[in-house]
């Protein structure tokens, strides 16, 4: 298997949240003609940073698509932690409302925002993010499951599983260790029985180490940080991270592309997910599924 001779597979997150989504709009359309109601998502945007903006148009365009009720409310970069809370508050008491989140990043403006006390508002029935302490608790613990997974870590596995990538024994490393999606996902890929390192900024040796991987996750948010040096014939790559790049020709200004230099990781790789059309699409496909479920467990719907 040399860098002449051989073309990654390209995983089509996009081809299979399509399939994920269809089934979710046929239990809506079910559920809205047995009981008259459907699951309802509510999503709080602060600042105007260009990817989460991004999230949020595909999160809008793809609850209407499943006929999800969909509410949103934008704060400046400014606004107040308590108007934020207040905000989550209300969302909490919305009998209508199945499944709340904040997108994150929050901007840290002289670190007004604190992430973990927001986080904490949002009630856990709700937490269709999977980020409550509650969660994310349960996710790390044998024998404990969360009420939520994290949506992109649980897109992130989906992906493998439904591409016939095996999990168990194998060796994983995860570049990054955010609470969004490193860690997560690290945890997650546990849970299937994989042997797990995960690389940050202090890592020694990162290429090195990323080499040994067999299915390699890069949650950095560095363009192009993984290059054909620091991958392993016949890994499995899962590329999460989605820089924005100024593009005049595009149409919002900007192009997105990954931590993974894409030209040269599928000349090595066995399998690799595209930025865009990878792990973005499964995202949102993911938040739906537990939107859903949550709704189900709220209405009592089977």
């Given amino acids: 298997m040399t860098a002449n001779n051989w073309t990654a597979k390209i995983i089509d997150g996009k081809a299979i949240a399509e399939g994920i989504r269809s089934r ?28 989460s903006e991004t999230y949020v148009r595909n999160k809008t365009i793809a609850s209407e698509e499943v006929g999800f009720k969909f509410k949103m409310i934008v704060f400046p970069e400014n606004c107040t932690e308590c108007e934020v809370c207040n905000a989550l508050c209300r969302f909490n008491e919305d009998p209508s409302i199945h499944g709340i989140l904040v997108q994150l990043p929050l901007p840290q403006l002289e670190q007004h925002l604190d992430e973990a006390k927001i986080l904490n508002v949002i009630s856990l029935e709700k ?54 999606v490193g860690l997560p996902t690290s945890l997650l890929l546990q849970r ?4 797990v390192t995960v690389l940050h900024a202090f890592t020694k040796n990162p290429e090195k180490i990323a080499r040994e991987a067999d299915i390699l996750v890069s ?10 040096s620091w991958v392993k014939p016949g890994a499995v790559i899962v590329d999460v991270g989605t820089n924005p790049i100024e593009d005049r020709r595009s149409e919002h200004g900007y192009r997105l592309i990954g931590d993974v230099c894409f030209k040269e990781a599928t000349r090595i790789a066995s ?21 859903l479920e949550s709704a189900k467990h709220a209405f009592n719907f089977t």
């Fill in 24 to 51: 979710i709009a046929s239990e809506v359309s079910r559920m809205k003609e047995l009981i008259g109601q459907v699951p309802g998502l509510a999503v709080i945007l602060v600042g105007q940073r260009r990817d």
């Fill in 127 to 180: 937490d269709v993010d999977g980020f409550h302490p509650l969660n994310i608790g349960n996710l790390a613990m044998q024998g404990m499951e969360p009420l939520f997974v994290p949506c992109t870590p649980k897109g992130c596995i989906e992906l493998l599983l439904q591409s016939g990538v095996e999990i168990m024994g194998k060796k994983a490393v995860v570049i990054g260790r955010s609470n969004i």
């Fill in 192 to 195: 299937h029985h994989a042997t």
């Fill in 219 to 228: 949650a950095a948010g560095v363009p192009n940080l993984v290059r054909g």
């Fill in 271 to 291: 399998a690799i997910t595209p930025v865009p059309g990878g792990v973005g699409p499964m995202t949102v496909a993911m938040l739906l599924c537990n939107t």
